[in-house]
C-alpha cells in the first residue's frame, strides 16, 4: 500500500508541474495577455453595457438623423447598415416594416426632438470612451472636450457609413475586390481614429494602429458570419414574439460588434506595451507609448483576475471621463 500510495503522490507532482509549467508558458504569451487584460476590464459586463446604449440610443439617433438627410444620403447610410447586421431578403423587408418612414419620424421629432436625441447619443460614446480608458489604464480627467467629443464622433460615424454605403451603391452592390479593400481602408480609418479620439489624443497615433487593424478585422469577420444567422434569427424571432423578436435579434448583433470592439481595444495596449521585438517595432524610434505632456497610465492591478470577473465589475477605482 505505501508503494502504491507513493506512486499515485508522484503521479500527483508531477501532472501539478506539467500544468504549472504550461501555465508560466502561456502567461509568457500575448494571446494570454490580452486575456487578462479583457478580464480586467469586465469585458462581458462592457459588452452587455455597450451593445445595450447602442441599440437604445445610437441605432435610434442613426434613423432619427438620417430621416432628416437627403434621399441619397438616407439610403446609403441604411445600405450599410443592413450589410454590416447582416440583413437581406425577407428579413430586411420585415425589419423595414417594423420601423416608421422618414416623413413621419420628421413629423414625430421636430428640431428639439433631434438634439434631444443626440444629447441621449452621447451616453453610448461615454460608455465608448470607458471601454478604451479602461484597456489603456488611463487616469480620470486629461483633455478638455468632454461634452462635445462623444457629438463630435458622432458625426464622424454618420459620414462614414454615408461614404462606405455610398460606395457600395456605386458598385451595385458587387463586392469586388477593389471594394473591399476600399471598404477595409475606412473601416480601420475610423477604428484608428475612434481609439485616439476616445483616449483624449493622449497615446501616440502609431501605437495604436495594431487597435484600428485588429478591430476592423475582428468587425469585417464578425459583418461574414452575420450575413450566415442574422437573417434567419430575424424571421424566427419575429414569426414567435413579434417586433420584440426583432428588436432580441438587433441587441444580439450589437453584442457581438460590442465584443469586436473590447477585443481591439485590449489587443492595442499589451501589443504597446510589449517589451520584445513585437512592441519595440510598434513604439518606433521613440520607444514612448504616450505623447509628451499626457498623464502617465495608471499602475497594472495587483490582483489576478479569473473568468467570473469577466461578468462582475470589480470596484478599484474605474478611469472616468
Avoid at 475606412?186 to 497615433?205: E, I, N, P, Q
Wanted: hydrophobic share 50%; proline share 5%.
Amino acid at each position: 500500500m505505501t508503494t502504491g500510495s507513493s506512486r499515485n503522490g508522484g503521479a500527483v507532482v508531477a501532472v501539478r508541474r506539467r500544468v504549472d509549467a504550461t501555465r508560466t508558458w502561456l502567461q509568457r504569451r500575448l494571446v494570454w495577455r490580452v486575456w487578462e487584460r479583457m478580464l480586467e476590464i469586465e469585458f462581458v459586463d462592457r459588452s452587455v453595457a455597450l451593445a445595450g446604449k447602442a441599440f437604445v440610443s445610437f441605432f435610434p439617433l442613426v434613423i432619427v438623423v438620417a430621416a432628416f438627410l437627403p434621399s441619397s444620403v438616407r439610403s446609403s447610410i441604411f445600405a450599410t447598415i443592413t450589410r454590416r447586421i447582416g440583413l437581406h431578403g425577407e428579413a430586411l423587408q420585415t425589419v423595414r416594416r417594423s420601423f416608421a418612414g422618414s416623413d413621419d419620424v420628421r413629423k414625430a421629432t421636430g428640431v428639439l426632438g433631434l438634439f434631444l436625441t443626440v444629447f441621449y447619443a452621447t451616453s453610448f460614446t461615454t460608455a465608448l470612451q470607458r471601454v478604451y480608458a479602461r484597456a489603456w489604464r488611463r487616469p480620470p480627467g486629461g483633455a478638455s472636450g468632454t461634452y462635445t467629443r462623444g457629438p463630435a464622433w458622432l458625426v464622424v460615424m454618420v459620414a462614414f457609413m454615408a461614404t462606405s454605403g455610398a460606395l457600395s451603391k456605386a458598385l451595385g452592390g458587387v463586392l469586388t475586390i477593389g471594394f473591399v479593400l476600399i471598404l477595409a481602408a475606412l473601416t480601420t480609418a475610423l477604428s484608428w481614429f475612434t481609439a485616439w479620439f476616445m483616449l483624449k489624443g493622449d497615446v501616440r497615433w502609431r501605437v495604436l494602429l495594431p487597435t484600428g487593424i485588429v478591430t476592423a478585422v475582428a468587425n469585417g469577420l464578425y459583418t461574414v458570419y452575420a450575413n450566415v444567422w442574422m437573417s434567419h434569427v430575424v424571421e424566427r424571432n419575429q414569426a414567435q414574439f413579434g417586433f420584440f423578436g426583432i428588436a432580441l435579434a438587433l441587441v444580439s448583433w450589437f453584442s457581438g460588434a460590442a465584443v469586436c470592439l473590447v477585443i481591439g481595444a485590449c489587443v492595442g495596449p499589451v501589443l504597446a506595451e510589449d517589451p520584445g521585438p513585437i512592441g519595440r517595432w510598434i513604439r518606433g524610434p521613440s520607444d514612448e507609448v504616450l505623447v509628451a505632456g499626457a498623464p502617465a497610465s495608471l499602475p497594472a492591478p495587483a490582483r489576478d483576475y479569473r473568468l467570473r470577473d469577466a461578468f462582475t465589475p470589480v470596484d478599484e477605482g474605474e478611469p472616468v471621463e
